[in-house]
């Protein structure tokens, strides 16, 4: 099984002036273990292809975590940040699927 190590991106929509909401984004640091490691190319109308992963990561918790899991939001893996598209909590560990690239807001 391969290690993990690397950024959580954690967006939460905050009110920067009365009635003015923008998105925050917190990157965490977190270590674990590469449970699934495989890329897709999904075939589209453009020129290109696009590439997905299929990865499953499992990440050693912290309280930050599990109380802010459902505004995680990518991973960044390989250069590139990828989207989480499920987070599945089993205590000490939250369980994360990521899929295509993510097209966030960056700061």
Request: hydrophobic share 35%.
């Amino acid at each position: 099984m391969a290690k993990f190590y690397g950024n959580i991106g954690f967006v939460k929509t905050e009110e920067k002036a009365p009635g003015v909401y923008r998105p925050v984004e917190t990157l965490r640091a977190y270590k674990g273990d590469l449970l699934n490691n495989v890329k897709r190319w999904e075939s589209t109308e453009y020129v290109n292809d696009d590439l997905s992963l299929n990865n499953r990561i499992s990440i050693l918790a912290d309280s930050f975590a599990y109380e802010n899991f459902g505004a995680m939001k990518f991973v960044e893996q390989y250069g590139t940040r990828w989207k989480i598209t499920a987070a599945e909590v089993q205590r000490p560990r939250i369980i994360l699927s990521v899929g295509g690239v993510y097209n966030g807001q960056s700061n």
